[in-house]
């Protein structure tokens, strides 16, 4: 395996990206506004009291971790992959020697590295004006720091492995755009999941969504705890392996079915 | 009227364009689709909470959001396909194809923002319109005829307003071709999902005054569900003619920076 090779490849993309700076910026601002919508929706509909357990301060906590929490697990490299199929480009994927997985992941940390620029310093002056209120404790932010962890890897390999059906089929972007929108609607975006309605939450504790995004922010506000806390995890940690096992098979069967036209 | 008769011919044009990529048309139905559920269900969400909120309650809401969907059609069916050539590495100004464009004997603001369409957004305009009138009816509010004639004048204002903006947003590429500017507004268009009055009241004022997108929305809705006041009718009117002037003498000073594509 050559490691030097693949890191290399992971400096050099994020160098090149940092001179389209302006573009990430423009795609990290647009990717920050749900979550702002719903901070000032829900902060100003708390009040002074509070709704769903969480204070108007609490909620602004709560969305500022979660445009954090979503710019870190937000894979753009996968809405790329697709095209990087279908235009053939991905046989220089195939023929430099090393695990080509490296080459979506130098663009995942290069996009992570680029989008933070602009993101961490955004956030940190509206959590200047907005006083956010946040009771944590340490073993919780350990926790939620592992669940973060997670939390990316289900991402990045649940919309690979998506992005990778382009091997068969030319539209599966759209899967893609749904997946953004059940994120949306299950992860906590729309409103915190322990506030949704019955049947949404059920869908939430059930599918991926919610530990892609919500859950490390609920563990480190100490919204589940105790044996939720390990359900959770454990629920996680199926999906994550799931994902990461899905994307294996779909790559293998892919490759065998790629017929490297162009490039 | 000359006019009237290219607009015809570049719907004609872009029909053609459009049918050639048959499979688009099912990818733009699951879009559309998600678009309105996420939608609605946002606001859904938000009231299953909380009765009222400032005020505002759930049909009156949903009144906004069928405006907001309206108007994201109206501008998806022709001033966004239009305007989006301009801007890009891709796009005319970069490449300097806006040469060709420049030569045409017509105005040239003119085939900027109507030279290609968007047909399946009609399809959007039809739910954005059913999500209002569903809203109105559930307020029990009768749809009377000077309402609606009000609620039309209002629309056509408030489309007025947004195509102003998109217009000044767009001649910015004169200054920076590479960068989309007008998805900085797409972002901030966003918050006109919800009614003003949900906003704390720095947004409130900024969303009317700075950029009024709060106008665009809130106006109209209120306008269909009788509600409208004589200051409102008059600020969203006057708005919209200054605007579109201002726009359009921004972009001629805009353009006049055009010096092509060295090749």
């Known amino acids: ?263 | 009227m000359v006019y009237l008769r290219l607009i015809a011919q570049f719907i004609r044009a872009s029909i053609m364009e459009e049918t050639s990529y048959r499979v688009n048309f099912w990818i733009n139905l699951l879009h559309s689709l998600l678009n309105l559920t996420t939608g609605v269900l946002g606001v859904y969400i938000l009231f299953a909470q909380i009765e009222r909120v400032n005020g505002w309650g759930f049909p009156a809401a949903l009144a906004v959001l069928g405006v907001y969907l309206t108007i994201q059609a109206l501008r998806n069916l022709f001033i966004g396909p239009s305007l989006d050539i301009l801007a890009g590495m891709d796009g005319e100004v970069w490449s300097g194809n806006l040469d060709f464009t420049l030569v045409r004997p017509v105005n040239i603001q003119f085939l900027a923002s109507f030279r290609r369409w968007h047909l399946f957004a009609l399809f959007d305009l039809i739910l954005g319109l059913g999500v209002l009138v569903f809203a109105v009816v559930r307020m029990h509010e009768a749809l009377t005829l000077p309402n609606i004639g009000l609620f039309l004048l209002t629309l056509v204002a408030a489309t007025g307003i947004l195509y102003a903006i998109l217009l000044a947003f767009s001649a910015l590429v004169f200054w920076s071709p590479g960068v989309m500017f007008t998805w900085i507004f797409d972002g901030v268009f966003q918050l006109g999902r919800y009614p003003l009055g949900l906003y704390p009241g720095w947004v409130r004022l900024a969303l009317t005054w700075i950029i009024p997108v709060g106008v665009i929305t809130t106006i109209p809705a209120q306008a269909l569900s009788g509600d409208l006041s004589m200051n409102q009718l008059a600020l969203i009117l006057l708005m919209s003619v200054v605007l579109v002037f201002c726009a359009s003498l921004f972009f001629k000073a805009a353009l006049r920076r055009y010096a092509s594509a060295s090749s």
Do not use: C
Request: aromatic share 16%.
């Open chain 1, 1 to 263: 395996m050559n490691h030097k090779g693949g890191w290399a490849l992971i400096k050099s993309s994020w160098l090149s990206w940092m001179q389209y700076r302006s573009f990430f910026f423009i795609l990290a601002f647009g990717w920050m506004i749900p979550p702002l919508i719903y901070m000032l929706v829900w902060s100003g509909a708390a009040g002074a009291g509070s709704l769903g357990g969480l204070t108007s301060q609490e909620f602004i906590a709560y969305y500022l971790l979660l445009i954090l929490v979503n710019q870190l697990t937000y894979s753009q490299t996968n809405w790329t992959v697709g095209d990087v199929i279908r235009m053939g480009s991905i046989n220089h994927w195939l023929l430099r020697p090393m695990p080509p997985l490296y080459n979506p992941l130098a663009s995942e940390v290069a996009g992570k590295v680029v989008t933070m620029v602009f993101v961490l310093p955004i956030s940190s002056v509206l959590a200047l004006v907005l006083h956010p209120e946040l009771h944590t404790s340490w073993d919780r932010v350990g926790l939620a720091l592992l669940a973060l962890a997670f939390a990316w890897l289900l991402r990045f390999f649940w919309g690979y492995w998506l992005a990778l059906l382009a091997f068969w089929t030319t539209r599966a972007d759209a899967l893609l755009a749904l997946q953004d929108s059940l994120v949306f609607l299950l992860a906590g975006v729309v409103a915190p999941v322990w506030m949704l309605p019955a049947g949404l939450k059920a869908a939430a504790n059930g599918l991926p969504f919610r530990f892609m995004v919500g859950f490390p922010i609920e563990v480190l506000m100490g919204q589940v705890s105790g044996q939720a806390l390990f359900i959770g995890f454990g629920v996680q940690t199926l999906w994550a392996a799931a994902a990461v096992i899905i994307s294996t098979i779909v790559w293998w069967l892919g490759l065998r079915r790629y017929a490297a036209i162009g490039g």
